[in-house]
Structures are given as C-alpha cells and as structure tokens.
C-alpha cells in the first residue's frame, strides 16, 4: 500500500486531526486568548457550510483552527492538499519544481510557487547552538552558483551568488548562508556565532580561512590545487562531507529548479538543509521529515505584497 494512500491525504476531517496532533499534542488552546478549556468544536455555520476543524472559544467567544499563526493561515487551499505538497517536497531528495507540484496537486503555478515558499520557510530552522561542541570537527566551504543581479559577469566568481555552508561532523547537520563576498569581515561574524570556540576548523587553502581559524582549538587545512582532498598526514582532515551536501544542493538547483534570484536563495537553502539534516542516514524516513516539516509551521506565516503595495509603503 502506497504511502500516499494514508486518510489525513485524502479526507479533509482526518488531515486536521493529523496536523492538530502534531501542533497541538496537549490538546487545542485558543489562538486569541491561550485558553484550553471551554472550547467547543464548531462543525457548520448557519448556511450549515462544513468548517473543519473550527472552535470556539468559551471565554473570549472568537473563533479558530490550527491553521491560524502557521503558513497555512487564509489559504483557500485544502489541508489534504497542503499535507500532500509537504511530503512530495520533503520525500524528493533534491526536490520538486512548482510545475510538477502545480501539475500534481491541479493547482495553478502561481498556487504552487507561493505554496512551496511556505514550506520552505517551514523548513528553516531556529536552530542557534554552535556546531562543534566538545571538540568536534566542523566543515566550511563555499560555493558559486547563479549570478549576481546587475553585476558584469567576470572572471572567476565575482558575478556569482556565493554561499557559505557548515557541517558539523557528529551531529551530521548542515547550516547554509547567502553571503554577498569572501572576505574575512563577511565571513567571520558568521563563523563565530555558528562554531565553537573549541571547534575543529576544517577547511580547504581558501587564505580567507587563514586568519579566521586561529579563532578556533584548531584550523586544518587540505590543498585541492595540489589534488589533496584528504590529509596525507593525518586522515581525519577533509572537507568531502561539506562537498558531498554541494554536490546534492547543486543537482537540485540545476537540474529540477534551474533558476533562482538572490532574495530568495536563502529559502532554497533552508530546503536542502532540512532535508540534509534530516535524512535517512540519520534514522529519519519520508513520513518521519514531513511530521518534523509539520512541527515549523507554527509563527511563519509567510506573506507577499504586491509591487504596487510596496511603492505605497515606502512612499
């Protein structure tokens, strides 16, 4: 039997319970006011219109259902069908285009877009603590892709969108910044409120690392120019796990999105990251990352203005 064949996919009313099973554990609480008692579940309206998942509150008399604080807040959207998106992107290694989500789910590309920005946003973590705790080792390592809006392209990488990923080697987690340059103000900050002071630094000869690591218990370094990708010394100093994770993160932008603009590229990233760091090697199945996708939804309500509605703002 398929995965996909499961009632919460299928049945509006089973998909609620689903997901209110997952936000709310200890049972629902009002959205207006935090009460958890007096709560009374509201089936229909006076045209007796079917609302799933509707309560009333008892105290403050508003009304809500656990799509509210989350990204699924005022989607017309059924729950199946939000269900259904977040297993196909978090089930699809290197993910899924809207075109195929927006074929899929018999959404519009528009719908799908806009919905697959939800998720990701869903799928970034709050995570703070600093990798490489205890002493562990911590990748670092950058990458090029895209281009930079309204930069010449020029030799090397200067017109390229530049991206910083750490990985911690025990917890085997991944973290990924859009970074607009290589220079060691750029990157230092960045590297200090993610890695440990007692860190090892793992690098390649990159010299803007050179300075950076004497921050750290230790800076190790291999010499790709040089064909060194582990140490000939010293077999625990590579940086091919961190290249592993560019070599998926690529294959995906290339191959199933193609295109991305820098304002949202941190998005993307926040995508593969999750699913990096929530993988099969690491005891998490299909079902098991959609249900950790599902525990993000809540406080990233996730909204776009029109352009119009944006010259207004700023005036």
């Not at 190790?220 to 961190?242: F, G, K, L, M």
Request: aromatic share 10%; hydrophobic share 35%; net charge positive.
């Amino acid at each position: 039997m398929s995965v996909l064949s499961k009632p919460y996919f299928h049945d509006e009313t089973e998909a609620f319970k689903f997901v209110e099973g997952i936000i709310w554990p200890q049972g629902p609480h009002c959205f207006h006011c935090g009460a958890v008692d007096r709560l009374t579940s509201v089936t229909a309206n006076p045209e007796k219109r079917i609302r799933h998942g509707l309560y009333r509150c008892g105290h403050c008399k508003g009304q809500f259902t656990v799509r509210m604080g989350t990204i699924f807040e005022e989607s017309k959207l059924p729950m199946t069908k939000w269900l259904q998106a977040i297993y196909l992107m978090c089930s699809s290694k290197k993910g899924v285009s809207a075109h195929q989500l927006g074929r899929t789910l018999e959404v519009t590309y528009k719908t799908a877009w806009f919905l697959a920005h939800r998720i990701r946003e869903a799928m970034r973590s709050g995570e703070l603590a600093p990798f490489g705790q205890g002493g562990g080792a911590v990748e670092v390592d950058e990458t090029f892709i895209g281009r930079e809006p309204d930069v010449p392209v020029k030799r090397a990488f200067h017109h390229k969108l530049k991206v910083l990923t750490l990985v911690d080697r025990e917890t085997r987690q991944a973290r990924s910044v859009v970074v607009d340059d290589l220079r060691p103000e750029t990157l230092g900050p960045i590297l200090a409120a993610n890695i440990a002071k007692e860190a090892r630094l793992m690098t390649d000869e990159a010299r803007v690392y050179g300075k950076l690591g004497r921050d750290y218990a230790e800076h190790a370094t291999v010499n790709h120019q040089r064909d060194e990708y582990v140490s000939r010394t010293d077999p625990t100093i590579y940086t091919n796990t961190v290249e592993g994770y560019f070599s998926i993160f690529k294959r995906g932008m290339k191959g199933v999105y193609q295109h991305c603009g820098k304002k949202h590229l941190h998005r993307y990233l926040a995508e593969f990251d999750f699913r990096y760091s929530n993988r099969i090697a690491l005891g998490v199945d299909d079902e098991r990352r959609t249900v950790h996708a599902l525990h993000g939804v809540v406080g990233k309500r996730l909204t776009y203005r029109s352009t119009d509605e944006r010259k207004a703002a700023q005036g």
